[in-house]
């Protein structure tokens, strides 16, 4: 095989937010920032050289016309 390929990684943290005499105790989400490894398919080399890179296929704001919010970066190349 030959060519390019990225593994992506995003970590999410649970916190609880402590219940006030207005608001019950409630836990949130928050996601934190994703990490993309983008790789030569034969050697498994890093490929560090954003010409080489996939592409970005999708346009975040395309997505926020129904997402309120998204915990993503997109991959640059």
């Not at 943290?13 to 219940?19: E, L, V």
């Not at 296929?57 to 309120?68: A, P």
Request: hydrophobic letters at 35%; one cysteine or more.
């Amino acid at each position: 095989m030959t060519g390019t390929d990225v593994i992506g990684l995003e970590g999410r943290r649970s916190y609880t937010i402590p219940a006030t005499d207005k608001y019950p105790a409630r836990t949130v989400r928050v996601g934190g920032k994703s990490v993309q490894y983008f790789f030569d398919v034969a050697t498994g080399a890093a490929v560090t050289d954003p010409a080489k890179q996939r592409r970005v296929s999708v346009d975040n704001d395309k997505c926020l016309v129904c997402h309120g919010r998204l915990s993503l970066t997109a991959a640059t190349g």
